[in-house]
């Protein structure tokens, strides 16, 4: 049983926690919170351990009627690995707590690729967690762009790729987020930082990218154009995609034709929180000309990296081979739509 915890309880661990309960050969510890609000209390609902992100605060949660089992220091005394899932750079922060309990870390896509030994996703670099003490796992859009670069490199070449992300102004919860009226080039500069992201997981994959915010809450969209070494037809790219488990290939008579559709198709089929763990590629969209490929897909940016960080813990914490894991991850959260 590999014991893990997971601090910072919010959009991505709050599900990485659950994906995790989810899990034969994990234990959730628990979870840790900084301040005693809805989150706290659902996660105690949940049946999670909660513990306090920061000592001083325990009388706050007490005050609100929250049970609080320790510190951060007494969760990370009771783990094997920690799952950090903090905001863009508290997780820097973080770095020397763990490294002074010696506990083994995972972090997200928000912090520098230079926080961890390597940066990781499942499908393109799993192997780079042989003999880490720490993995990042990438960015929900890096995550996305690797399971779909990886597969048609390996099957054909990829000469360039160039990939348009238009990207979602905030999460559902996030109130303060934008923009409201407005699609903005986001960074104003091309290309984005997303192509060397992709680098950190794909070395030797050739990518461009620019990227634009939009004032939506659901997915990312990507459009996407790679020119491969190769010709296939539209039909063999598809029948490639089709047979990654974490790419949804949408059926043409599906009826679905954007992202309001795809969450609700989500959570008519019972997924919790209506999560989208896979990419969702329109069928449709997939397009050879020559040797260039076009497509269009969607990245549900809050579920996207979930089964990344299960199989993380895994590559990190055991031997596991990658089939094995990714097996083994996405039958116990039923990830394959
Ligand atoms: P979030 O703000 O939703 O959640 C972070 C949680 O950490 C909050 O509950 C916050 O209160 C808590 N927190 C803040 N400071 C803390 C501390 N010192 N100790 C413990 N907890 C603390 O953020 P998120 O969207 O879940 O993002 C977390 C990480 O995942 C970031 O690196 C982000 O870039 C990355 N990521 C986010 C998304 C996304 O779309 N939301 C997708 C992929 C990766």
Redesign the pocket.
């Given at each position: 049983m590999i014991r893990v915890g997971v601090?910072?309880?919010?959009?991505?661990?709050k599900r990485v926690a659950d994906a995790v309960a989810a899990q034969a050969d994990m234990e959730l510890v628990g979870v840790?919170?900084?301040?005693p609000n809805y989150?706290a209390e659902a996660a105690i609902r949940r049946g999670y351990d909660l513990y306090v992100?920061?000592d001083d605060r325990a009388d706050q949660f007490e005050a609100a009627g929250l049970k609080v089992t320790g510190t951060?220091s007494d969760l990370l005394d009771a783990v094997d690995v920690v799952v950090d899932?903090?905001?863009?750079g508290?997780?820097e922060?973080?770095r020397s707590i763990y490294e002074a309990h010696g506990v083994p870390a995972i972090y997200?896509?928000?912090?520098d690729a230079g926080i961890a030994d390597a940066s990781f996703n499942a499908r393109g670099s799993y192997e780079v967690a042989r003999g880490a003490d720490s993995l990042r796992v990438v960015?929900?859009n890096t995550t996305g762009l690797s399971r779909l670069l990886a597969p048609l490199d390996e099957a054909y070449g990829i000469e360039k790729a160039r990939v348009t992300l238009v990207r979602r102004g905030g999460?559902p919860s996030e109130t303060d987020r934008g923009p409201i009226n407005d699609v903005v080039p986001d960074p104003r500069t091309v290309p984005s930082h997303h192509g060397p992201d992709v680098n950190t997981v794909l070395s030797d994959v050739d990518v461009d990218t620019a990227a634009l915010r939009a004032p939506v809450t659901a997915m990312h969209t990507h459009s996407v154009n790679v020119t491969l070494d190769g010709d296939p037809s539209a039909a063999a790219v598809g029948a490639l995609l089709a047979d990654e488990s974490r790419l949804f290939l949408i059926p043409e008579g599906a009826g679905i034709d954007g992202a309001g559709a795809l969450k609700d198709y989500a959570a008519d089929v019972g997924r919790p929180r209506g999560d989208l763990w896979e990419n969702c590629v329109w069928e449709e969209s997939i397009s050879v000309e020559g040797r260039d490929l076009y497509l269009f897909q969607n990245v549900h940016?809050?579920a996207d990296?979930v089964p990344e960080n299960v199989d993380a813990i895994r590559a990190l914490m055991t031997d596991t081979p990658r089939e094995e894991s990714v097996a083994r991850t996405d039958e116990s959260l039923g990830v394959g739509l």
């Open positions: 601090n910072g309880y919010g959009t991505i661990g840790t919170k900084t301040t989150g992100a920061i951060l899932c903090c905001p863009s508290i997780g922060r973080n997200q896509g928000g912090e960015s929900c999460d940016q809050e990296v």
